[in-house]
């Protein structure tokens, strides 16, 4: 009972520092023009300002922080504790080098090198992925030098696979609440208290954000908070649900973020095989592709959610939750409905 009160105090403290605080720093980008001006690849008309991940960011932060103060993550082992210490200190990285790119505008490479230095921090301080457990071979344990690109891949991958999907209103918020939402559930039932915690803050502040950023928007997260919402999922996949020694188990954070990942990973191979860099932006995701079919922005959104609570909903009948099956069957109906109606909408 005292575990479901701290969650539910690390969700809605991080919502209700994202709802009262997004306001105020949406005034404050217009007036140093921290803005995305409309373009070719740009779906909104008029510039919006894109320092919402500040919002998230000091909201998921300062959850934790009280939630840490009032003896919410309870008496940690030193590897569980460096584990904490690592997504909260490399998160705050991976939100500065964002929130630069939103004011001053890096280059590709300098924020992928940058990346992978934190990821590498990251995976030195505990967040790291050590061991698959694999059908017919059982437990396969990686020595160092294959665990450190294994877990930069994985952070870097999905932080910057959240910021490519950020392309329409509501859609990255969304998208990392729904995940979110599904690894604290999971992170709960495989007794991984600490990983439910940041999962519940970083809901929390996703959702609320929503009350801004779903169409239409009147503020954007920018590369800030795209990167720190990415890096930490796939932080509390590692130290929440990797670890596990069932097939199922190290599965599970991969499935919850499969959305985004089969997205980036389409595009990316499709921009290799025309010969182009894969950083170089272009109109082939799949928000995309649904907007040149002709559906709405709201009808797109509402039905990537849906693939993403679908692909949860078998993570957490895969983890064994107790009536988990009921989650897929719920999730079924869902998405057959939003795909009616994109199929119903589009152009023939």
Not at 28 to 53: A, N, S, T, W, Y
Request: glycine share 10%; charged share 10%; proline share 4%.
């Amino acid at each position: 009972m005292q575990n479901q009160i701290y969650l539910l105090g690390a969700f809605l403290i991080s919502a209700l520092i994202v709802l009262l605080s997004t306001p105020f720093i949406e005034k404050l980008g217009h007036r140093i023009g921290c803005v995305d001006l409309p373009g070719e690849r740009k779906v909104h008309q008029r510039p919006m300002v894109r320092m919402g991940g500040v919002a998230i960011f000091v909201g998921t932060l300062t959850a934790l922080l009280i939630v840490w103060a009032t003896g919410g993550f309870g008496t940690l082992t030193a590897d569980k504790s460096n584990e904490v210490w690592g997504v909260t200190v490399c998160g705050l990285a991976f939100f500065l080098i964002g929130l630069a790119d939103d004011m001053y505008s890096l280059s590709a490479s300098f924020r992928l090198l940058m990346h992978i230095a934190i990821a590498s921090v990251a995976w030195q301080m505990g967040v790291r992925i050590d061991f698959l457990t694999i059908p017919s071979l059982g437990l396969v344990t990686f020595p160092p030098l294959l665990s450190l690109p294994i877990t930069v891949v994985w952070l870097v991958g999905m932080a910057n696979a959240i910021n490519m999907i950020d392309g329409l209103d509501g859609l990255a918020a969304g998208v990392s609440g729904i995940a979110a939402v599904v690894m604290m559930i999971v992170s709960i039932f495989m007794n991984q208290p600490a990983a439910a915690i940041i999962a519940a803050a970083l809901a929390g502040a996703a959702i609320g954000f929503l009350r801004y950023n779903f169409n239409p928007a009147k503020i954007f997260m920018g590369d800030g908070g795209a990167y720190f919402m990415g890096f930490t999922l796939a932080s509390v996949g590692v130290i929440g649900l990797v670890k596990g020694v069932t097939t199922a188990a190290v599965l599970l954070p991969y499935l919850i973020l499969a959305v985004p990942i089969l997205d980036i990973s389409a595009v990316v191979l499709d921009r290799l095989r025309r010969g182009k860099s894969p950083f170089k932006a272009d109109r082939r995701h799949l928000h995309h592709r649904l907007l040149d079919a002709g559906l709405s922005q709201r009808l797109i959104v509402l039905f990537i959610y849906s693939l993403t609570i679908w692909v949860g909903s078998l993570a957490i009948a895969f983890s064994g939750v107790p009536s988990g099956v009921a989650f897929p069957i719920a999730a079924t109906i869902l998405l057959s409905y939003t795909s009616w109606q994109v199929r119903k909408h589009a152009r023939p």
